[in-house]
């Protein structure tokens, strides 16, 4: 079992920054990715990050690239989502998830481990 919980959500101004972080315990084998995902309000969940757990590579959805960086520190088994620029279409509640495959991957799918999700609300 692998538990996830995530932490660093609240209300910012646009154009403000916020630092999200998800603890992993239970069972997080380094060969598995760990992605962010969103669900705003009235709106699909949507892919915005993931990264290897171990070898750092990374992607991102085309609406946060150049504004979000994903990141993860092994030896605290966390994952970052530095989120710079906020813009009211940020408003969502954020979910960090494992992947059961070891490459970052935007399909959902391919996520076995959800947390229970923290609110990000950006005010124009």
């Known amino acids: 079992q692998v538990q996830l919980v995530e932490s660093g959500g609240g209300l910012v101004q646009a154009g403000g920054s916020l630092r999200l972080a998800c603890a992993a315990s239970g069972h997080t084998p380094s060969s598995y990715a760990m992605g962010w995902f969103r669900q705003g309000p009235g709106k699909e969940s949507e892919f915005v990050a993931a990264i290897t757990w171990s070898g750092g590579r990374t992607k991102y959805a085309d609406s946060v690239k150049g504004r979000f960086t994903i990141s993860r520190d092994s030896a605290k088994n966390t994952v970052y989502l530095q989120m710079n620029t906020l813009k009211p279409e940020d408003t969502a509640v954020y979910y960090c998830?494992?992947?059961?495959?070891?490459?970052?991957?935007?399909?959902?799918?391919?996520?076995?481990?959800w947390g229970q999700g923290t609110q990000v609300t950006v005010s124009s």
């Open positions: 998830a494992r992947a059961n495959v070891g490459y970052p991957t935007a399909a959902m799918a391919s996520y076995d481990y």
